[in-house]
């Protein structure tokens, strides 16, 4: 089908922000919030596989955190850092909203440093 049975054409489309995370110059991730889920998880654009080589801190806000397995690795109303079940790094805090507590949301900066693992 011709592009004009479809529709007019757009003279000034909307471009989508670019939402790839980028290497750090040390060897980091730096990233952004995507989404915040109902219970104030701020979801980010940082894959999980990122955190899987080393011991890692994330950063939002001025505020630093742990990457942790679960809730359970912290103490209630603990930040946290974790692989959500989308695959992305997510942020958040035990019994509590981390969107309430950093004051922050979609377009965050979020920075992911990992230090490896000693053999």
Not at 12 to 34: E, H, K, Y
Not at 69 to 75: E, K, M
Request: proline share 6%; with cysteine.
């Amino acid at each position: 089908v011709p592009l004009a049975d479809v529709g007019e054409p757009l003279s000034d489309p909307l471009r989508l922000p670019d939402l790839t995370p980028t290497r750090a110059s040390d060897g980091g991730w730096d990233g952004t919030v995507i989404h915040v889920d109902h219970f104030g998880n701020l979801i980010t654009n940082i894959p999980g596989r990122a955190v899987a080589s080393g011991v890692c801190q994330a950063e939002v806000a001025a505020a630093a955190m742990p990457v942790a397995r679960t809730y359970a690795d912290v103490a209630a109303g603990e930040l946290l850092a974790y692989v959500g079940s989308s695959g992305l790094l997510e942020i958040g805090v035990r019994d509590g909203s981390a969107a309430l507590r950093l004051g922050v949301g979609v377009g965050a900066a979020v920075k992911l440093r990992c230090n490896q693992r000693e053999s």
